[in-house]
């Protein structure tokens, strides 16, 4: 089931894993918007993806602001004559602890993943309802949005907050026929190139080289091309069937992501009050707290960086 006449918006899509998706959809068919900040990435981006047959054009623009989102959907429209898919994959990192976050480190990645998705998702919406023929939203998260990152308040406030307007957008979007769903991808860029405990893997990945099997399988994380092939099918026809979800994509593992639960349920008659509180948490209560953070297995002995 390709993607033979459909049209895409990729967001960052001039480099790293928005370039990989970009190029997956064009090769199963899909004309593609290309977007980035950085005008020659945009342009080799575009340039490989007609080189390989496929069909793209640029648009250079910060996301954020409703004008890019704007801008973005009329080049769609001007370009290809219609809208089907966007994936909303733009983004900065400004890693900082707490007390030391300024203002602009936390509004500047709040602005471009959190603000940026959802004018770009709005602005792609309203032209899908009117146009009848539904559509497909697909929003780049994080492990970190899921649980938690020693130095990334802005990057996980944002990340969470997307997957919880992709879960509201499911259901506000089901009767126009318009799917929402969260990718989490876990693999080899930029971003990832600078955590010790992955070195061995990007460095593998820049030679050229086949990621080592401990990162694929126990790990889940390979190249950014082993991300793309669920982004292209959950644009695809045949995913008309999965919206409201998270999944977790990387090297030789895929994962669908439980939505947040109760754990542990206890009923007091007259309320739980400060006292009943004291008395009982220990035993009710401190069995079902939950982990924070991501939890890694032990580096193998052959990947672990020179000294450490």
Not at 9 to 29: D, N
Not at 131 to 160: D, H, L, M
Request: with cysteine; glycine share 12%; net charge negative.
């Amino acid at each position: 089931m390709s993607l033979d006449g459909k049209v895409a918006i990729v967001t960052g899509s001039g480099r790293g894993l928005g370039l990989a998706y970009a190029r997956q959809l064009a090769r199963q068919g899909a004309s593609v918007v290309v977007n980035d900040v950085d005008a020659g990435a945009a342009d080799e981006a575009v340039a490989a993806i007609r080189s390989a047959g496929g069909r793209a054009v640029a648009l250079v623009a910060p996301v954020g602001p409703t004008e890019t989102a704007q801008a973005l959907v009329a080049s769609a429209l001007d370009s290809f004559g219609r809208l089907d898919i966007v994936v909303t994959n733009a983004g900065v990192l400004r890693d900082t602890v707490l007390w030391k976050m300024s203002d602009e480190d936390f509004d500047t990645v709040v602005n471009v993943h959190l603000r940026g998705t959802f004018t770009t998702v709005r602005e792609a919406v309203r032209h899908m309802r009117q146009a009848g023929e539904g559509g497909r939203i697909i929003c780049v998260g994080s492990p970190t949005g899921q649980r938690g990152n020693f130095g990334q308040t802005n990057y996980a406030a944002a990340k969470a907050g997307i997957v919880g307007m992709v879960r509201t957008w499911a259901l506000e979007l089901k009767r126009a026929g318009i799917t929402a769903n969260t990718v989490v991808p876990v693999a080899a860029t930029a971003m990832t190139a600078t955590v010790p405990y992955f070195a061995a893997a990007v460095q593998a990945e820049a030679k050229g080289e086949p990621v080592p099997a401990f990162f694929r399988h126990d790990l889940g994380f390979g190249t950014a091309d082993d991300v793309a092939g669920l982004v292209a099918f959950l644009g695809s026809d045949a995913a008309a069937g999965v919206t409201g979800q998270v999944i977790g994509v990387g090297g030789d593992r895929i994962q669908i992501w439980t939505h947040p639960e109760a754990v542990a349920t206890a009923y007091r008659e007259g309320g739980w009050t400060y006292e009943a509180l004291l008395a009982d948490w220990s035993t009710e209560f401190a069995g079902a707290l939950q982990s924070v953070g991501e939890r890694f297995p032990e580096l193998p002995e052959e990947f672990r960086p020179a000294g450490s």
